[in-house]
């Protein structure tokens, strides 16, 4: 930036809290500074800049889907090829579908915060030794994704099931993942009526997802009274800027030119 420039940030969520928010962050300044530019920046070269600067430049131990998803938003499948590539394809539902999706699941907050890069750390340490637990969490994608395009209107409650299979996984991947009171918290929505959820982010902290039929939500809710239930919808759109058009200034200079 070549003038002086103020930025100001505000979360609805706490940071260290496994939402993604430092990648939000980031992609949100970068799609920030070249509309400023009067530029625009495709999703792809934007999520893989925000990428290179949290892995590269800052050398942080994150993942690349946070960026994707904070760059496209929307309900994706997301492929890591070898080669580097990153391939998003959209989960295509019908409106009445994903929105009965939606509404059977609850977010809570444990109140735990965390730094992530430190979890993951010990789960990179890992890797070499947990690739067969991996593998079955990658395969469990494959199975939800089918729950959620073939399914009727109200039959998503083998996606509870899967969400509890690949919570079992993921504690496993190291012992830093969960804790006694992340315990508690699961085993109280399980004894209570969801039917599967797991830890959001890196582990140890943060939010919670759970999948409830709506019948049972209140008594989850009751069971877990002493924590913050956060409302969500999913959003289709990605970062956005919101009160500033790129291609104005453009369009601008256009009809100056053209007046000329």
């Known amino acids: 930036m070549d003038r002086g420039l103020e930025i100001h940030h505000d979360a609805d969520i706490p940071a260290l809290s496994g939402m993604g928010s430092s990648s939000a962050f980031t992609v949100g300044l970068l799609k920030t500074l070249y509309a400023m530019e009067g530029r625009k920046i495709h999703k792809e070269e934007l999520y893989q800049k925000a990428i290179h600067i949290e892995q590269n430049e800052i050398k942080?131990?994150?993942?690349?889907?946070?960026?994707?998803?904070?760059?496209?938003?929307?309900?994706?499948?997301?492929?890591?090829?070898?080669?580097?590539?990153i391939v998003v394809e959209p989960i295509i539902m019908p409106e009445v579908s994903m929105r009965?999706?939606?509404?059977?699941?609850?977010?809570?907050?444990?109140?735990?915060s965390r730094y992530a890069s430190e979890i993951a750390a010990e789960q990179i340490k890992n890797t070499a030794g947990n690739k067969k637990e991996l593998w079955e969490m990658r395969s469990l994608v494959d199975d939800a994704e089918?729950?959620?395009?073939?399914?009727?209107?109200?039959?998503?409650?083998?996606?509870?099931?899967?969400?509890?299979?690949?919570?079992?996984?993921?504690?496993?991947?190291?012992?830093?993942?969960?804790?006694?009171?992340?315990d508690h918290i699961y085993e109280s929505a399980i004894m209570n009526g969801a039917v599967g959820g797991k830890l959001l982010g890196a582990g140890n902290g943060g939010f919670m997802v759970f999948y409830a039929e709506p019948e049972h939500q209140p008594r989850v809710r009751e069971a877990l009274k002493g924590y913050l239930q956060v409302p969500f919808k999913f959003d289709f759109a990605g970062s956005e800027i919101m009160v500033y058009r790129p291609d104005y200034q453009r369009a601008q200079d256009f009809e100056r030119v053209a007046a000329y």
């Not at 994707?68 to 994706?76: H, I, T």
């Not at 009965?100 to 735990?112: A, H, P, W």
């Not at 399914?151 to 996984?169: I, M, R, S």
Request: proline fraction near 1%.
């Open 60 to 85: 942080e131990n994150v993942g690349s889907q946070d960026q994707v998803w904070a760059a496209c938003g929307g309900l994706n499948t997301i492929d890591f090829l070898q080669n580097g590539r």
């Open 146 to 182: 089918k729950i959620m395009t073939k399914a009727g209107v109200e039959d998503f409650f083998d996606f509870g099931q899967l969400l509890n299979e690949t919570w079992k996984l993921k504690k496993s991947l190291s012992s830093s993942i969960s804790n006694p009171e992340i």
């Open 100 to 112: 009965n999706f939606e509404s059977r699941l609850m977010l809570f907050y444990t109140g735990l």
